[in-house]
């Protein structure tokens, strides 16, 4: 039982890696930068002024990341929330395991349950994705191609990918879908069309009718993080060409939205499956802070499915932005959320002038200060002399369940949205000359 809570919470808000409301193009693909070796200072408490970073600089950190991922791939395809460390081929690099938190330097302590396999496999696929790596070319293809074929290997001729065993194993299909759909998006392999295209069918008919998802099909309850996923999963299946009919599930979504938001005094609040209820945590995390989680996911939802009047003026969506704009990622012992930085993370970038402006460089200071081989502890380190290099320390509040695996590939997601901004903003300025 408990394994069926951690596997439906951990993947609740696992997320595409660059995908617009207003269908931007896809991602470019850069060719992967090594890094070279650690900055010569990285302090551990980011100063109050950190020089701006320039987006070449977020490329090396994102292929660090993402190498840490392919040197921690199982053979057979997959990753393994738990068994990662086993899987690493940085033999001779010494594991120093967390540094803060979450028992430092304990060899437990960075990772997560087994019965995660298939949704951190979708996180890492995702995370390639979004700096636009696919299984047909590039320094990633064979990392992919085995990741792909994993996924491919695990879906059932209903279409559902990934074992039924547990209770809420649709968020595991959802994120397979989901991350399917991106590389199929990337490289137009058809070999991959009729497998996303299964895997969209079981995710529309497991939706409550008339409402929207939960835990198994036409549950009969729904929640907020999952509906959340699940219109994600299908707004890049509807990006890469999968041609099917969103109206129906996301009336259906806006519909749990409209439910699930109510005025409070302290501005429009989203609950979880609750009017205006608080998010989900772990039973092992309950002494982490509450954020504003699902008003970020209301605010992302409500752009991408595109109902008429819901834009940044839109008063839900402006009190919203304003909670979300107030939290801001803080490295610190019970608050740090990597969930709730990725959605406020596509939220602001959705909305951006003044909330990027806002909330970008702060999530992007806090990733990079914190990334493993990134820190003044790490000062010095390479991929070759330190496993952890590239990665990002479990000590979030879903890191029991989901690990470093979980924590390096949804951070890379985060820092792939600062990096297209960048990127974006660097082009307008250039143009503008």
Partial sequence: MRATLVAAVILLMAGAGQIRAD?????????????KEAPKEAPKEAPKEQPKKSPEESAVRITAALEWLRDHQNFAGHWSANQFGDDSIRKEARKTYNLDFGGPGKESADKGWQALEVGVTSLAVLAFAGAGHDHKGGDFKETLRRAVLSLRRSQGNDGCIGSKDEDQFVYAHAAATMALAE??????????KAVVESGVKFLLEARNPGKAWRYGVKPGDNDTSFTGWAVLALKSAKLAGIEFDTKEAFAGAASWLDEMTIETKEGYKTGYNTPGGSQARLRSAQEFELNPTMEAINVTLRLFMGDKGWDARHKVIASQAKAVGECKPA????????????????????LGDKHWESWGPAIEKTLMTYQRGFRVEDKGTTAANLDEYGSWDAVDAWSTAGGRVYATALNALTLEIVDRAGRTY???KTEEK
């Fill in 426 to 428: 660097k082009r307008v």
């Fill in 183 to 192: 590389v199929y998006g990337l490289s137009a392999d058809n070999a991959l």
């Fill in 23 to 35: 269908g931007a193009p896809s991602r470019p693909k850069p060719k992967p930068e090594s890094p």
């Fill in 331 to 350: 490295w610190e012992a019970d608050k740090i959320d990597f969930v709730y930085w990725w959605w406020a993370t596509l939220a602001m970038y959705q």
